[in-house]
Antibody, heavy 122, light 107 residues
Framework: EVQLLESGGGLVQPRGSLRLSCEASGFGFNSYTMSWVRQAPGKGLEWVSAITGTSGSTYYADSVKGRFTISRDNSKNTLYLQMSSLRVEDTAVYYC???????????????WGQGTLVTVSS | EVVLTQSPGTLSLSPGERATLSCRASQSVGSSYLAWYRQRPGQAPRLLIYAASSRAPGIPDRFSGSGSGTDFTLTISRLEPEDFAVYYCQQYGRSHTFGQGTRLEIK
């Protein structure tokens, strides 16, 4: 059974930093592209970032480019999102999600974690 | 950036009725780079349809998707109680974006 378990969320001040983790199990982690998607309270989904399975190519939404860094440790089956220069508008539940088919260009997401809440506030 | 516009914003129907949800892209996303998700309150999204018209594993055949280019449709043929939720489309042909969602509520 595929499982994705996010951690690392919490309260952080504006301009602060935070690192999210997503521990994966139940599938060949290094064979799949992985993504982060966020959802502000009461709002819709926003794609944030993705990283391919083997080559480690990365992709970012314009809203986080230059501030967030996605990475993965295939030996630990873990996905990361390093967030810096955080803004109030980054407040959201952050979901880790697995690509259904691909280890390349990010596509449809067939398994999601339950999310971790990041609150940016002074 | 490709903007996805979903309509209607809210759809009020009864169990057993047919639902038709629309997703329109500001520019072509290709023939099949579109997915649909359902999100129930307090839960993570669930993939329903990928490549515009293919059902994800375990998704019942009352869900169907169609369209290409800029206009896509999700149809639920007979609504079940668990289908009343928020639905999102996602494109992954030109970068990656989600629509703003359609809320399907019980009439």
């Amino acid at each position: 059974e595929v499982q994705l378990l996010e951690s690392g969320g919490g309260l952080v001040q504006p301009r602060g930093s935070l690192r999210l983790s997503c521990e994966a199990s139940g599938f060949g982690f290094n064979s799949y592209t992985m993504s982060w998607v966020r959802q502000a309270p009461g709002k819709g989904l926003e794609w944030v970032s993705a990283i391919t399975g083997t080559s480690g190519s990365t992709y970012y939404a314009d809203s986080v480019k230059g501030r967030f860094t996605i990475s993965r440790d295939n030996s630990k089956n873990t996905l990361y999102l390093q967030m810096s220069s955080l803004r109030v508008e980054d407040t959201a539940v952050y979901y880790c999600a697995k690509d259904m088919l691909s280890s390349g260009w990010p596509g449809e997401l067939d398994h999601w974690g339950q999310g971790t809440l990041v609150t940016v506030s002074s | 950036e490709v903007v996805l516009t979903q309509s209607p914003g809210t759809l009020s129907l009864s169990p057993g009725e047919r639902a038709t949800l629309s997703c329109r892209a500001s520019q072509s996303v290709g023939s099949s780079y579109l997915a649909w998700y359902r999100q129930r309150p307090g839960q993570a999204p669930r993939l329903l349809i990928y490549a515009a018209s293919s059902r994800a594993p375990g998704i019942p055949d009352r869900f169907s998707g169609s369209g290409s280019g800029t206009d896509f449709t999700l149809t639920i043929s007979r609504l079940e109680p668990e289908d009343f939720a928020v639905y999102y489309c996602q494109q992954y042909g030109r970068s990656h974006t989600f629509g703003q969602g359609t809320r399907l509520e019980i009439k």
